[in-house]
Nanobody, 123 residues
């Protein structure tokens, strides 16, 4: 059974950093592409970054050079290091996965989702 569990969200001040974690179980990264998405109320879920087993990654526009994704393959865990956070980064951040090797930023491609972790950035 595939399971994705996010952690590390919280409330921070503008300019501070956070690191999110996504622990995956029920599969290994070799056959899946992993991604971070985020969503704010009333808006569509948007891709932040996608990464594959060999650590090739593709960033969505929202990352703006401040976010860094990484994988710890032996722990089946993905991370999102977020620096210089701004109030517009406030959202629920979701971990997602799809089988295959396409580095897609398209939401419907992803078949497995975590429940999300809230990130709130105060100005």
């Amino acid at each position: 059974q595939v399971r994705l569990v996010e952690s590390g969200g919280g409330s921070v001040q503008s300019g501070e950093s956070l690191r999110l974690s996504c622990e995956a179980s029920g599969f290994t990264f070799e056959k899946y592409v992993m991604a971070w998405f985020r969503q704010t109320p009333g808006k569509e879920r948007e891709a932040v970054v996608v990464i594959n087993y060999v650590h090739h990654s593709k960033y969505g526009g929202s990352a703006q050079g401040r976010f860094t994704v990484s994988l710890e393959n032996d722990k089946n865990t993905m991370y999102l290091q977020m620096a210089t956070l701004q109030p517009e980064d406030t959202a629920v951040y979701y971990c997602a996965a799809h089988s295959g090797n396409l580095l897609s930023l398209v939401t419907p491609r992803y078949t497995f989702w975590g429940r999300g972790t809230q990130v709130t950035v105060a100005s």
